[in-house]
């Protein structure tokens, strides 16, 4: 054991150092401060009733407190048969966000880089600039914490497989097994699509060597003890998948209900124009190199905007307000996404360094390193170079299920730092000086000439105006109240700013690639020895990534947690709690209801935000809301209030809605329908208290006999949790009720006087049943078959993944016995 902490005391030195490096950037989280995070603070609206149930130690799997309802799924649920659940709550607990996060990225990429027999300190280089690569810090600052934690493991899950093909299959398994479970446990299926697309190339790689040196008997030994570790991590995770599966056909991503949509999607899968939204702009990869480029921030700092401010104040503006306008109506960034937090930057010296990897390496992982970089590329350009991005798209597998293609590119940002590092650990070892040196000069003319010229004469590859940049001159011409004239004179203002932040950082990326061609010329021309060469590139990443980092996420994004705690209630919320009943819904007119970060704090909500709503809910938002309310639509949903807001005041003030239907109703009518086309046409004008719409092929279970003269019949909510609503119901004959609720096949069953009973759709998205004449017991009790026969096999995927990891540890202790 002595031996052992000997041979690897370097190790244990150089992860304190990484730790430490974690420790002093994020430090204000130990001081009790929290990120203000945005979409972090949305997506705990969403939970709002679902943490309500778990802080009484009761679990949800469906809530009512978003788009009138829907399953927990993508929201949170618990999966406590799943290992990976206690370890992510470990981790949770132990460190304060998002550290925890921050040393799984920096700590699994040092683990790959050493699986690659790096010097540990060029290892730890490699990891520094991986885990700061601007991405991943711009998405902690956003609050994209489930993104990120799926980024983490990426290069531990790398590491696993790359042992297994070099033939350490068991502790291969083991470690691809276990990082893979943790990787899908993130719960951000698009990151773990990306990766896995990375490792199909790698795989291909692998298979074209064997087959070339005869050794496909080997490759096919790997290739199964890579498809076990697979196969393990998907049971782990059996619970999530099962239900994240099964309920995604339900969704946007799910097929088209309709055949003539208003929002024009016909087939399963996303929209082109939604995935399509963020896409990477193909000159605007330059960002690689010099973070600036292309204005990095939308709003960016205010002495970034140097020309915009004074042309203001010349124009009569006084400073604050100058300051103000510039923030807001000039953005730096001038590319053709809506908006964005800021530019992809993988480091100017580890793009020096790739670009030298790609002259001197001679690892075969060279090859898998530039494809994959390559695809990436290329498919994050979306809707800028459409070529490869559309093939994926229309015929690859579950492409199109993802939206803003540009974050592919965060595989991107493990690739160029491992090409780089590879790049510098070939140095170590080439005999060829003077051919080292002109391979070097090269690297160096590239991409310090690439800078430079930006530097000099930026408009020679930049234009420094996006597509839209005429509506933004007419947007500060109608917002400010003054002249096309000087309207034009503040964009020419704007884009001397961003022709300015531009230059800046290519004068930066200069002086970095300099200081990194310095440093392998002295190195070259003997002047230093190699062990100086990694602590002085280890501390050049560092301060190289460090400094555009704190662009996005500084001591100033940090907040006590108490300001970041949830929105205070307004006055209409005061208003609308007097009101007891216990399953009322509000839709808050005064801001974007499918955005609605605010309302599901305090009622249950037609609003709300969710990538992942139900695709029939999002219809009928978009089919009889886009061009004016239907009161009806919303009151057959028990939307019992409204909230609207003065547009010269903003004051905003609460309305009851008059058409609201309560919980449930009878109805003396039921018109049937032949497909989703004709039943959102026939619920536009729909009377939902007398009349109900069913699709015919529910006619077995609707079509019975109605007394049409009257709905005298009543049904009272008694029981509300949102996995077990209980009704009871009182009618003098046999009827058909409308309850308030969304329909969704997958998991809801009804009882009535505890037998179960069939159900149908109604009225598009709601339920309804036949009920018997007297007094009954309704029942609706949400029991999803994915979530509890899943987690069964999560348990028996769990204990097995133990029994491979413990199978691991044996295995390497007996091997460092006979060393």
Known sequence: MNNWFKRNTTHFIVVAVLIVICFVYFNPVLFGKTLGQNDVTRAESTATEINHYKEKGNTVLWTNQIHAGMPAFQIWAPYPYNITTWIVKVISYALPAPLGTVLMLILGAYLLFCVLKLDPWLAA?????????????????????????????FAPVLAGLI????????????????????????????????????????????????????????????????????????????????????????????????????????????????????????????????????????????????????????????????????????????????????????????????????????????WWLLATVILTMLLSFGKNWPLVSDIFFDYVPLYNKFRTVESILAVAGLCFPLLALLALQEVSSFKDKAELLKKVKISFYITFGISLIVALIPALFLSFTSSTHADLISNLAATLKIDGATANSIGSALIADRQSAAQSDAVRSCIFVALAFGLLWAYIKNKTTFSTLSFAFLALVIVDMWSIDKRYLNTGTFMAKHEAAKPQPREVDHQIWLDKDPNYKVIDLSQSVLSDATTPYFHKSIGGYSAARLRRFDEVIENQFSKELNLNILGMMNTKYIITSDPNTQKQTVELNPAACGHAWFVNKVRFVKNADEEMQAITNLAPKKEVIVDQQYKDIADKPLDTGSTTGTITLTSYNPDVLVYQSSSEKPGIAVFSEIFYKKGWKMLIDGVETPYFRANYLLRAAYVPAGSHKIEFIFHPTPYYTGEKISLAGSLLLVLVLLGAVYKETRVRKTV
């Open 163 to 366: 042992l297994i093909f070099r033939g350490n299959y068991i502790t291969g398994t083991a470690i691809l097994a276990f990082f893979l479970a943790l990787e899908i446990r993130a719960n951000h299926i698009q990151m773990t699509y990306y990766l896995m697309l990375a490792i199909l190339i790698l795989v291909g790689i692998e298979l074209y060597h064997a087959v070339k040196n005869k050794l496909t008997t080997s490759f096919l030994k790997s290739a199964g003890y890579a498809a076990a570790a697979l196969i393990l991590a998907i049971g782990v995770n059996a619970s999530s998948l099962w239900s994240t599966y099964d309920y995604s056909t339900e969704t946007l991503r799910g097929p088209a209900n309709l055949t003539q949509p208003a929002g024009g999607k016909t087939g399963s899968g996303l929209s082109r124009e939604y995935a399509y939204q963020w896409s990477q702009g193909v000159e605007e990869c330059i960002t690689f190199l010099i973070p600036g480029a292309y204005g990095g921030a939308g709003r960016g700092d205010v002495n970034a905007h140097e020309n915009v401010v004074k042309t203001l104040n010349g124009i009569g503006a006084d400073p604050n307000q100058a300051a103000y306008i510039a923030q807001g109506l000039t953005p730096l960034y001038w590319g053709e996404k809506p908006f964005t937090e800021g530019s992809f930057y993988f480091g100017a010296v580890i793009c020096f360094l790739f670009v030298l990897g790609l002259t001197i390496v001679k690892n075969r992982l060279k």
């Open 125 to 153: 280089a490699g990891a520094i600039a991986f885990t700061f690569s601007s991405y991943n810090i711009i998405l902690l600052a956003a609050g994209h914490a489930n993104q990120v934690f799926a980024i983490a493991f």
